[in-house]
């Protein structure tokens, strides 16, 4: 499959041949869960395949990108996702919505970090199904959700998370889920007494924010930020660091 796919002709056997087609489905669905050393081209199959039937691929991707025992195809299949968020919306938001608000599985999205995905999908189509889901849903999305940052010297909240703060941020496990998912899995360069002092003076702009919410993160994360940074700043002059 791969040679073919790599020649161009696996999209003329594809559309041609009804054994051809099913004989790759089979493939593609076999390898979600792992698809050993060839997650590459599994996912440019799956993305050369995925317009003949959107809904059916895009299953099959939500599987690899929150079940795959591989994490570079986990990687893979959430890439195939952002990209896909702007051909088919509705699709991606119904199979990655599924998933959120699954019981017993809702974990394997939570537990990550998606916030690219999340950023990737529509702002209409991520609120359609916000308001349509209620605050179960925004529990699940607001640790995903971008943080707020500071352009030209302007504090600015981006457009999703001002929606789901405005509307559900006096829930105490939407406000938690958003304040520990701003700086989760996040990597600093350098020195971490510097990471945090940096941290502290985006969080300063945010103090006389307009949403209550945005007001209530920024004290934290200015108290949290500041404390860290001292901690930092103690440990690398003790190891030599500064």
Excluded: C
Aim: without cysteine; negative net charge.
């Amino acid at each position: 499959m791969a040679a073919r796919l790599h020649s161009g002709k696996l999209k003329g056997s594809f559309s041609s041949s009804s054994e051809i087609r099913d004989a790759v489905w089979r493939a593609i669905d076999l390898g979600a869960d792992d698809a050993a050393n060839e997650s590459f081209w599994w996912s440019e199959i799956l993305k050369a395949i995925l317009p003949g039937d959107p809904e059916k691929a895009l299953r099959i991707v939500v599987r690899a990108a929150f079940f795959s025992e591989r994490y570079d195809q986990r990687q893979l299949a959430e890439s195939i996702l952002q990209n896909a968020a702007s051909s088919h919306p509705k699709e991606v938001m119904h199979e990655v919505g599924k998933l959120i608000l699954d019981p017993s599985e809702s974990w394997r999205f939570e537990s990550g970090k998606h916030v690219s995905l999340i950023h990737s999908l529509p702002e209409h189509v991520l609120r359609g199904w916000l308001e349509g889901n209620g605050v179960i849903a925004a529990r699940k999305v607001a640790r995903h959700l971008p943080a707020p940052f500071i352009s030209g010297g302007e504090p600015l909240v981006p457009e999703i998370t001002r929606f789901v703060l405005e509307k559900w941020g006096n829930d105490e496990p939407v406000f938690h889920n958003f304040f520990a998912g701003v700086h989760n899995l996040q990597m600093y360069v350098g020195s971490l007494a510097e990471g945090k002092r940096r941290d502290a003076e985006v969080a300063a702009k945010f103090l006389n924010h307009p949403l209550p919410s945005i007001r209530k993160w920024a004290q934290l994360e200015l108290a949290s930020a500041t404390a860290q940074a001292e901690q930092f700043q103690q440990s690398e002059e003790e190891r030599g660091f500064s």
